[in-house]
């Protein structure tokens, strides 16, 4: 009894997060244009893809606070007014996509400000955004999983394994070099509070910023034979390593791109290859390069782990403290979860921002 009165109160409050937030807010007209620019990133492939199996329904039209800025329409993409989100595409985490955008939206005082960046290795993806959001801005970069499939390792579990989950390497060089920042957020969350306050995190001199977790065990991110090495480990000397969920980070895409991070990612996953030095996935990497020169943010803006371990996604609670984004990472997806009848408590918190419906 004692934790279905915690799982009330917790949902009560949340539940006035969410009715309290800004609404109802509007968009100019859809934007949905695919990037002509950096061949080797945005050709894409020709394909016969199936007709779609699933649907999903139109999400209301929200409109502007009345403080917000006048967009300016003429710069498009490049306009300083935009908060720029990328999030990653593909069929089978599209359902947490529609979801978090849908989340972003009815949260965001000025949605018109919102500009959705969305990262995809399949064909046929735009149509079902736009049925969704027909005024949503945005605009999609195909990304060739050929790129990264040779500097890819086994992992703990196959899901990890995704080349679209190393889309974030490249993000400087997709997008267009008058994007200076972005959010970038993976696809199994909702955000319940307004995105432009993320958006204004202070990164100093900083590359990327994000909620660290200095009370983990940072050891179990890489192997004995990684902390038995010196050319490895020493990679750690002169920083406080701590370890910081990639699904969501704010990034300096111009500091980004005056160091090449993206080649010294690559150069780390190269060593991988040969001497196996982590196993799980495309975190490791980005803790090898920035663990320790991460700007701090609040643990509000990631409430991670709601999907349990990476093995068996059993049910967690949330961390103490308020809550601005709910984040299932591990096996356990809501949407899964909900549909086999099994939900955990804080999947009905992911429910309402669902806009699945089969097709007919």
């Known amino acids: 009894m004692l934790w279905i009165m915690r799982f009330s109160g917790l949902f009560s409050a949340l539940l006035a997060i969410i009715v309290l937030s800004p609404s109802l807010q509007s968009f100019p007209p859809a934007e949905a244009i695919r990037s002509s620019h950096l061949d080797a990133y945005l050709r894409?492939?020709?394909?016969?893809?199936?007709?779609h199996r699933f649907s999903f329904r139109r999400a209301p039209v929200f409109r502007n606070a009345a403080d917000?800025?006048?967009?300016?329409?003429?710069?498009?993409?490049?306009?300083?007014?935009l908060v720029h989100v990328a999030i990653t595409l593909d069929f089978e985490y599209l359902r947490g996509s529609i979801a978090a955008v849908h989340s972003i939206l009815q949260h965001s005082s000025c949605p018109e400000s919102v500009f959705f960046h969305f990262l995809v290795s399949e064909t046929d993806l735009e149509s079902l955004v736009r049925s969704s959001f027909p005024e949503l801005k945005f605009k999609v970069y195909y990304f060739d999983p050929e790129i990264v499939r040779s500097m890819?390792?086994?992992s703990?579990?196959?899901?990890?394994?995704?080349?679209?989950?190393?889309?974030?390497?490249?993000?400087?060089?997709?997008?267009?070099?008058?994007?200076?920042?972005?959010?970038?957020l993976d696809s199994d969350l909702i955000v319940v509070d307004d995105i432009a306050k993320l958006w204004k995190t202070n990164l100093e001199s900083k590359t990327i910023g994000a909620p660290e977790y200095c009370h983990a065990n940072f050891t179990k991110y890489f192997t004995p034979a990684f902390w038995s090495d010196e050319r490895f480990s020493g990679a750690f000397?002169?920083?406080?390593?701590?370890?910081?969920?990639?699904?969501?980070?704010?990034?300096?895409?111009?500091?980004?791109?005056?160091?090449?991070?993206?080649?010294?990612?690559?150069k780390w996953m190269e060593i991988q290859k040969s001497d196996r030095i982590y196993e799980l996935g495309s975190l490791p990497p980005f803790l090898l390069v920035f663990a320790g020169e991460v700007a701090p943010i609040e643990h509000r803006w990631n409430q991670h782990g709601l999907g349990g371990d990476n093995v068996r996604g059993s049910c967690r609670d949330l961390h103490p403290g308020p809550v601005s984004l709910l984040h299932w990472s591990g096996s356990?997806?809501?949407?899964?979860?909900?549909d086999s009848r099994k939900p955990c408590p804080l999947d009905t918190l992911w429910a309402p921002y669902d806009l699945y419906g089969h097709s007919r």
């Open 156 to 184: 703990v579990r196959q899901a990890l394994e995704q080349p679209l989950n190393y889309a974030r390497n490249y993000l400087a060089g997709m997008l267009e070099p008058c994007v200076r920042r972005v959010i970038y």
């Open 332 to 338: 356990g997806k809501p949407w899964f979860r909900l």
């Open 237 to 266: 000397r002169g920083r406080s390593p701590c370890y910081f969920n990639t699904g969501v980070m704010v990034m300096d895409l111009e500091r980004w791109r005056s160091v090449g991070y993206t080649e010294v990612i690559e």
């Open 44 to 51: 894409f492939p020709t394909s016969d893809t199936p007709p």
């Open 68 to 81: 917000c800025a006048a967009a300016d329409v003429d710069s498009g993409v490049c306009s300083p007014s």
């Open 152 to 154: 890819i390792s086994t």
